[in-house]
């Protein structure tokens, strides 16, 4: 199973990008799900995470601007960004907790970066 994500790019201050992370391989279901960013320097922080029962937590740095999704029917994760601000900037880091058959239990995978800007 591999998670590969994508979507980053450079936008400007008030704009928007959607990001996505798509996992490929044997997926039987993605339960839980997140997504972190990481500046240089810095650790990697928590964004925005979903449960298989389909609740959602944000960091209050994000709540109201960033909306977590997933769509079972092509196994991919969404951040939806709205608002973007500059000190959105940073790599940001999808995460899975993915079972590959009925029953196996949940592993837990991450995806490569995808670089977000933010800047005029």
């Known amino acids: 199973v591999q998670l590969q994500a994508s979507g980053g790019g450079l936008v400007q201050p008030g704009g928007s990008l959607r990001l996505s992370c798509a996992a490929s391989?044997?997926?039987?279901?993605?339960?839980?799900a997140a997504w972190y960013r990481q500046t240089p320097g810095n650790q990697r922080e928590f964004v925005a995470a979903?449960?298989?029962?389909?609740?959602?937590a944000y960091a209050d740095s994000v709540q109201g601007r960033f909306d977590i999704s997933k769509d079972s029917a092509s196994d991919t994760v969404y951040l939806q960004m709205n608002n973007l601000k500059p000190e959105d900037t940073a790599a940001y880091y999808c995460?899975?907790?993915?079972?590959?058959?009925?029953?196996?239990?949940?592993?837990?995978?991450w995806g490569q970066g995808t670089q977000v800007t933010v800047s005029s």
């Open positions: 995460y899975a907790a993915i079972r590959s058959s009925v029953g196996s239990r949940r592993i837990d995978y």
């Open positions: 391989g044997r997926v039987f279901s993605i339960n839980n």
């Open positions: 979903l449960t298989s029962g389909g609740a959602t």
